[in-house]
C-alpha cells in the first residue's frame, strides 16, 4: 500500500541555522511528491512539487527538496531557517491521474530566536 | 486570483444537528478534493470529484457524511446527524490536470458539542 512516513514529529531549531525535514514513501512507480506547510488556522500552501526531471527543487520561501529513488525520499531542506518559518510541514505523494494526495503525519518545526 | 474558498469558517452545533460545508473551487480547476484533519489521525482524504462527477468516496466514513457537486463551481460535505467524534477542520482543495498540484482553502473549524 502507499504510504508517507515522517519520522520526525517535532523538530526545534534556532533561527539561522539550517533544517532539514526527511520524508521517506512507499509507492510502485514514479511518484509525484508534495511539501506543504500549515500555520496555525490557516490551510495548506504548497512549497514545492517534484514530477520529473532535475531531482533537486526549488519551492517558495528558500526552500528546496531533492527527490532521491533509491532512497525513497524526499527530504525538505533550508539553509538558514527564519521565525517566521515555525508551523507543521506536510509531505505527500500524489497517485494516479487524479493526483489523489497521501499525506505524511507531518512534523512541526519551533524556531528558537 | 481567488483561491479556494470555504464557508463558514467556524460552526459549532450540537449533536444530532444537520451540518453543511460549502466550498467554491478555482475557476478552471476540474477536481475536487475533501479532507478532514484531526489529531489523532491527521489529515485523511475523504472524497473527490472529477468534472464534477464523485471519482472515489471510499474516505468517508459513514452513511451519515455525503457530498455534492452539482456544478463546477460548487460542492457541499453535508453531516446528518452530526456526532462530537465529527468535530475536526475539514478542508476542501481543488486542482487542475494531473501535472498541477492541489491548492488548499483555509478550512472549516467544526466543532459538534
Known amino acids: ?113 | 486570483d481567488a483561491g479556494v474558498i470555504q464557508s463558514p469558517r467556524h460552526e459549532v452545533t450540537e449533536m444530532g444537528q444537520e451540518v453543511t460545508l460549502r466550498c467554491k473551487p478555482i475557476s478552471g480547476h476540474n477536481s475536487l478534493f475533501w479532507y478532514r484533519q484531526t489529531m489523532m489521525r491527521g489529515l485523511e482524504l475523504l472524497i473527490y470529484f472529477n468534472n464534477n462527477v464523485p471519482i472515489d468516496d471510499s474516505g468517508m466514513p459513514e452513511d451519515r457524511f455525503s457530498a455534492k457537486m452539482p456544478n463546477a463551481s460548487f460542492s457541499t460535505l453535508k453531516i446528518q446527524p452530526s456526532e462530537p467524534r465529527d468535530s475536526a477542520v475539514y478542508f476542501c482543495a481543488s486542482g487542475g490536470n494531473s501535472n498541477q498540484p492541489q491548492h488548499f482553502g483555509d478550512g472549516t473549524r467544526l466543532s459538534i458539542l
Request: include cysteine.
Open chain 1, 1 to 113: 500500500a502507499q504510504s508517507v512516513t515522517q519520522p520526525d514529529i517535532h523538530i526545534t531549531v534556532s533561527e539561522g541555522a539550517s533544517l532539514e525535514l526527511r520524508c521517506n514513501y512507499s509507492y510502485g512507480a514514479t511518484p509525484y511528491l508534495f511539501w506543504y506547510v500549515q500555520s496555525p488556522g490557516q490551510g495548506l500552501q504548497l512549497l514545492l512539487k517534484y514530477f520529473s526531471g532535475d531531482t533537486l527543487v526549488q519551492g517558495i520561501k528558500g526552500f528546496e527538496a531533492e527527490f532521491k529513488r533509491s532512497q525513497s525520499s524526499f527530504n525538505l531542506r533550508k539553509p538558514s531557517v527564519h521565525w517566521s518559518d515555525a508551523a507543521e510541514y506536510f509531505c505527500a505523494v500524489g497517485l494516479g491521474g487524479y493526483n489523489k494526495l497521501i499525506f505524511g503525519a507531518g512534523t512541526r518545526l519551533a524556531v528558537h530566536p
